[in-house]
């Protein structure tokens, strides 16, 4: 690495960083560009450990012993900023003080996830990159292999996606899936039982799916307000619903995400369900 000080916040040299409030632009940009922007020592360090490589480095000057071992690898521009250059040139107050631009790992074949899974996670069209992440945190503590999201969900990679997950999607292997009805065949091609999460008359309680899960199941949920589609729904083997109680019909995605994962994990000492009837 070779440290700069930043002397303009203009500088094309920042370019990365530049405008990242602005969802739309970010959302456009990164993919186009091969990169993505990882938040924090912390999520840096993990993105490092799963094998990413950084193209650059903005941080204020604090945060650099921390993560000199870790960038000592790469010949990478590192940018030390104070906490005013950092707010001009991202259009935001960085609170955790370092960010870094890496190159954009190219997404697996989803073939491949499915062939080595036994419990899959599917998102369709969830927008709220918060709810990404989050749902990313649940599936690595919660014990699922793999996340596959739809052709219009959020980017896992976007800077807000990545942080609140912890760069647990840097350890999570996931891609994303072709369109209903193709990804309903992919799926049972590799034998899993779609399950999709939703309010519809003929949903199975979730306790019940837990008493006895099929050997390799894709946990379906959908965008935030609407749902699932009806495409999505005509896909699934199965609809499920979570139990509700004082009038409430439905959680949080994010929230209804980890509530599944929890009561379909699988004890590691009796094998069996960790949640079922409780």
Request: aromatic content about 6%.
């Amino acid at each position: 690495m070779h440290i700069e000080r930043v002397r303009d916040a203009a500088s094309d040299a920042v370019a990365d960083y530049a405008r990242l409030t602005d969802v739309t632009l970010r959302s456009a940009h990164e993919p186009a560009q091969g990169l993505y922007i990882a938040e924090s020592a912390k999520v840096i360090r993990r993105a490092i450990g799963a094998g990413h490589r950084p193209r650059s480095v903005l941080m204020e000057e604090k945060w650099l012993p921390g993560l000199e071992s870790a960038l000592a690898p790469f010949d990478v521009p590192v940018h030390l900023a104070d906490p005013d250059q950092l707010e001009e040139i991202t259009g935001y107050r960085v609170h955790r003080g370092a960010l870094a631009a890496f190159e954009r790992p190219a997404l697996p074949d989803p073939a491949e996830l499915l062939a080595a899974a036994r419990r899959v996670v599917v998102l369709e069209d969830i927008v709220d990159h918060t709810n990404v992440g989050a749902i990313f945190r649940s599936v690595a503590a919660l014990g699922a292999d793999a996340v596959l999201v739809s052709p219009r969900c959020a980017d896992p990679l976007y800077r807000r996606s990545v942080r609140v997950s912890m760069g647990t999607v840097f350890q999570v292997p996931w891609t994303r899936l072709p369109e209903w009805p193709e990804a309903a065949r992919m799926l049972h091609a590799h034998e899993f039982s779609i399950a999709a999460l939703a309010l519809a008359a003929d949903a199975v309680s979730l306790r019940h799916l837990a008493t006895d899960p099929p050997e390799r199941l894709a946990l379906v949920f959908g965008a935030e307000g609407d749902g699932l589609s009806t495409h999505a729904l005509d896909a699934a083997d199965l609809v499920v619903r979570i139990p509700m109680a004082h009038g409430v019909d439905s959680l949080n995605v994010a929230a209804a995400a980890a509530v599944a994962l929890y009561a379909l994990a699988v004890d590691p000492i009796t094998g069996e369900p960790a949640g079922g009837d409780r």
